[in-house]
C-alpha cells in the first residue's frame, strides 16, 4: 500500500488532471495558432494531440471516480493571440507534453507501493513517453 | 517612446516576475528548485510553469541542469534581488507613508513591483532615507499629512491639485471602480 491517504492520492490525481486538461486546452490553442501552410501539415497532428490528450484527462477524472471522489479542476491559464510556424508549435507542445510526462514520473514516486495505482500511472507514462517521442521525431524530420 | 508600448516592452511580465521569485525562494530553502517545485509553490501545472521558463531560459535568467534542476543566473538573481527591492519600498511607501492598509499595501506592491523603474525606485529609496534620517521629524511630518483633512469642494478651478488638468481628481477617483482581473 502507497504511504499516501488516499486523499493525497485524489490529489496527486487531481494535479494531474489539470496537466491534462490544460495541455489539451495548448494543444487547442496552438492547433489554431499555426499559420501558412504549415496549418495543413502540422494542424492535424496537433488537433490528434488535443483529442488523446482530453482522452487521457477522462481517464484520470474516471479513477478518481473510481476511488469515491470527485475531480477538482483548478487552472490558471492565459493563451494570448500569437501566430507561429508548425516548428514552434511542436516545441511548445514537446515543452508541455515532457512537464506532463515528468508530472506522471513524480507522481509514480510519490504512489510507490500501491500495486494497482503504480500499474495506472506506468501505463500513462508509457502513453506520455510515446507522444514525446513522437514529438522529437517530427522535430527533427 | 510612448508610455504605454513601454510597459508593453518591459523586461518581464508579472507572471515571471513570480517564477523568477519562487525560484529564487526554493534556492534558499531548499538548496534546489525544480519545475515540480515551482508549480506547487505558484499553484499552477508544470506544463504552464514549463512554458513560461522557455523565455527567461532564452533571456538568460534561469538555467536548467542535466538533472533538471533550476538556477537563477547571475542577471536573474540580480533581476529578483531588484523586484524584491522595488516591493519592499512600494510596501514601505503605501503602508507606512501613505497609510494603505497592509493587506492592499502588499497587493498594490506585488503589481507594481516588476514595473516600476530603478530611476523611481531610487529616488522612493531616498525619500524614504529622508524620513527615517530623523524618525521622529519624519513620523511628524506625515502625521501631519494623515491628519490634514480635505474639504474638498469639487471646484476643480479653485484646487491647486485640480486646476492644471480642470477637472475635480478627487470625483474621477471617486466614480472609478476598481478594475476587475483580466479574463
Redesign the interface.
Given at each position: 500500500m502507497s504511504a499516501l491517504s488516499k486523499t493525497e492520492v485524489v490529489q496527486e490525481l487531481n494535479?494531474l488532471f489539470?496537466?491534462e486538461v490544460?495541455?489539451a486546452l495548448?494543444y487547442l490553442h496552438l492547433a489554431n495558432s499555426v499559420r501558412g501552410t504549415d496549418h495543413l501539415v502540422v494542424g492535424p497532428v496537433l488537433k490528434q494531440g488535443f483529442q488523446e490528450t482530453i482522452q487521457h484527462a477522462e481517464v484520470i477524472a474516471r479513477k478518481i471516480r473510481a476511488l469515491g471522489a470527485v475531480p477538482e479542476l483548478?487552472?490558471?491559464?492565459a493563451l494570448p493571440p500569437e501566430s507561429m510556424d508548425g516548428k514552434e508549435a511542436l516545441q511548445?507542445a514537446l515543452?508541455?507534453e515532457?512537464?506532463?510526462l515528468?508530472?506522471y514520473q513524480?507522481t509514480l514516486r510519490r504512489v510507490e507501493g500501491d500495486i494497482p495505482l503504480e500499474e495506472f500511472i506506468r501505463t500513462q507514462i508509457a502513453v506520455e513517453s510515446e507522444h514525446v517521442l513522437e514529438l522529437k521525431q517530427l522535430l527533427v524530420e | 517612446m510612448d508610455t504605454w508600448k513601454e510597459f508593453d516592452q518591459n523586461v518581464i511580465t508579472h507572471s515571471a516576475a513570480h517564477h523568477l521569485m519562487a525560484i529564487a525562494d526554493l534556492l534558499r530553502q531548499h538548496g534546489y528548485a525544480r519545475v515540480s517545485d515551482v508549480a506547487r509553490r505558484l499553484g499552477i501545472t508544470r506544463g504552464s510553469v514549463s512554458i513560461s521558463l522557455r523565455p527567461l531560459k532564452k533571456a538568460g535568467l534561469v538555467e536548467q541542469d542535466e538533472n533538471r534542476h533550476l538556477r537563477l543566473t547571475e542577471n536573474g538573481t540580480a533581476l529578483v534581488a531588484a523586484i524584491k527591492t522595488k516591493r519592499h519600498l512600494m510596501q514601505r511607501l503605501l503602508a507606512d507613508v501613505l497609510g494603505v492598509a497592509p493587506a492592499q499595501a502588499e497587493i498594490d506592491a506585488c503589481k507594481l513591483e516588476h514595473l516600476l523603474s530603478n530611476q523611481t525606485a531610487e529616488r522612493l529609496l531616498s525619500f524614504l532615507r529622508f524620513l527615517d534620517s530623523d524618525p521622529q521629524r519624519g513620523r511628524e511630518l506625515v502625521r501631519g499629512w494623515q491628519d490634514y483633512e480635505t474639504a474638498c469642494g469639487r471646484e476643480p478651478q479653485a484646487c491647486p491639485s485640480c486646476r492644471e488638468v480642470a477637472e475635480c481628481l478627487a470625483e474621477k477617483l471617486s466614480g472609478a471602480a476598481t478594475p476587475r482581473r483580466r479574463t
Open positions: 494535479r489539470a496537466e490544460e495541455a495548448r483548478v487552472l490558471d491559464i511548445t515543452t508541455f515532457e512537464a506532463a515528468e508530472a513524480d | -
